[in-house]
T-cell receptor, first 114, second 113 residues
Framework: AQSVTQLGSHVSVSEGALVLLRCNYS??????LFWYVQYPNQGLQLLLK??????LVKGINGFEAEFKKSETSFHLTKPSAHMSDAAEYFC????????????FGKGTKLSVIP | DSGVTQTPKHLITATGQRVTLRCSPR?????VYWYQQSLDQGLQFLIQ???????AKGNILERFSAQQFPDLHSELNLSSLELGDSALYFC????????????FGEGSWLTVV
């Protein structure tokens, strides 16, 4: 069964510091992986997605993620954190070839300290 | 704005009652997904419809049901509500024209008291 694990339920960084949010996947087939962000009291917004075209994926708001098959990882990074990045981030894997449904990790809440 | 519309945004109801959550997918999207987000369970897939037919079922309780209508909007019906059903319910639709990307609505906050 395909699944994702997010390491760290809560990450705090200083404004301007590197953001690193970790996601490891488990899949018996080449996975399709996603990062979504949820700002307070809002819905889920797609940040970026990996669909096997390129291992380094650039998303919105300066975020990017690198697919590493050898490490079964898809960590999310941003070189310099902004206060506006404070939100909860979810890693997800697409399962079910026919339904395309997503299975989500438990989420990582990012706090940015001024 | 994802283009997925959910109503109501907030709902407070008593235990034992029944509620209906409504979702309009993005224009042209045939697939609708329902997810439940709660503090203890996280984001859980409930059910998916494609062009009016049920396509996949996840951790959906028997007290819950859904349907997708000919105009492609969907409704999630929650009955015999319990305190533990309090959660944020998301609807999402899948865009076949954008690599099957799934877009989420803003969610419907349900509080059962």
């Amino acid at each position: 069964a395909q699944s994702v694990t997010q390491l760290g339920s809560h990450v705090s960084v200083s404004e301007g510091a590197l953001v690193l949010l970790r996601c490891n996947y488990s899949s018996s087939v080449p996975p399709y992986l996603f990062w979504y962000v949820q700002y307070p009291n809002q819905g889920l917004q797609l940040l970026l997605k990996y669909t096997s075209a390129a291992t380094l994926v650039k998303g919105i708001n300066g975020f990017e993620a690198e697919f590493k098959k050898s490490e079964t990882s898809f960590h999310l990074t941003k070189p310099s954190a902004h206060m506006s990045d404070a939100a909860e981030y979810f890693c997800a894997v697409r399962i079910g070839a026919g339904s395309y449904q997503l299975t989500f990790g438990k989420g990582t809440k990012l706090s940015v300290i001024p | 704005d994802s283009g997925v519309t959910q109503t109501p945004k907030h709902l407070i109801t008593a235990t034992g009652q029944r509620v209906t959550l409504r979702c309009s997918p993005r224009s042209g999207d045939l697939s609708v997904y329902w997810y439940q987000q709660s503090l203890d369970q996280g984001l859980q897939f409930l059910i998916q419809y494609y062009n009016g037919e049920e396509r996949a079922k996840g951790n959906i309780l028997e007290r819950f049901s859904a349907q997708q209508f000919p105009d492609l909007h969907s409704e999630l019906n929650l009955s015999s509500l319990e305190l533990g059903d309090s959660a944020l319910y998301f609807c999402a639709s899948r865009s076949t024209g954008e690599g099957n990307t799934i877009y989420f609505g803003e969610g419907s906050w349900l509080t059962v008291v």
